[in-house]
DNA sequence: CAGAATCCACTACGATACTG
DNA sequence: CAGTATCGTAGTGGATTCTG
């Protein structure tokens, strides 16, 4: 038995969860993964800017907390398919939310952005 | 007006935005002014092990994206408060589901922890 | 009490080279 | 094609100090 989640708790383990979820791939490759099962080369072309590295990274990390399944298919050249596993699509269902949030409120956020410029503007007051 | 949000082009400033949603202690900070207007040092105590610098930055940064507002009061000693914006308050209500998600599923991904070894790890490199 | 400024350790991440 | 290993760097973020 586990105490109860607090992510407010800097040494509740919920936090690590949170780090995860809000790393700077997770997101776009959990809602890729949505479609089905999605091969190595695939992912890489779809998020646009992630070097080999860091997709691998994030997809073992996906892997051991439980949220993609990794498909090895013993064949030459090799061919791997991530997929979602239950847990992973109820964790896909969130992060296109997420996604979904920030592609409808993009517009409105940039143009704010473009009223008081990028930089550092003064506290009003 | 401007090109439809696209987080998987990695020129497209919403990455910006997925990028301070994602943030460290964004979410958490979100979800504590869901109750109204917050004293800095209300949140600094509830936000267990924020810095006072990733406090104010954070702030600062939820401020210049129009997420929240500060509210300076003329007095000694100085009293300040941040209320979400309607478009925070928009924000608020995904940070709570992402928090909720956490809270939600924490025991099972804890339980698969035990069973198969550290998983969210960021130290394990 | 709010917060700006400085210092600095750490790590996230990209680039590159290499293996099967 | 998928993945590992190594290295360099920019940025994150904590501790501390200082201001009004």
């Known amino acids: 038995m586990f105490h109860p989640a607090d992510p407010y708790n800097m040494n509740c383990p ?7 979820i809000g790393g700077k791939w997770a997101i776009l490759i959990l809602c890729c993964l949505q479609q089905g099962p999605v091969r190595t080369g695939a992912l890489m072309r779809q998020v646009g ?32 398919e ?12 969130l992060a296109r939310t ?15 952005r473009e009223r008081h410029g990028p930089g550092v503007d003064p506290a009003e007051g």
């Open 14 to 20: 919920s936090r690590d969860l949170l780090d995860l």
């Open 49 to 80: 800017g992630i070097s080999q590295k860091m997709l691998t990274q994030t997809l073992r990390d996906l892997e051991q907390a439980g949220f993609v399944e990794r498909i090895s298919h013993p064949e030459v050249p090799p061919r791997v």
């Open 82 to 93: 991530y997929r979602l596993t239950d847990l992973g699509r109820s964790l896909s269902d």
């Open 98 to 112: 997420i996604e979904q949030w920030v592609v409808a409120h993009y517009p409105v956020i940039m143009g704010r």
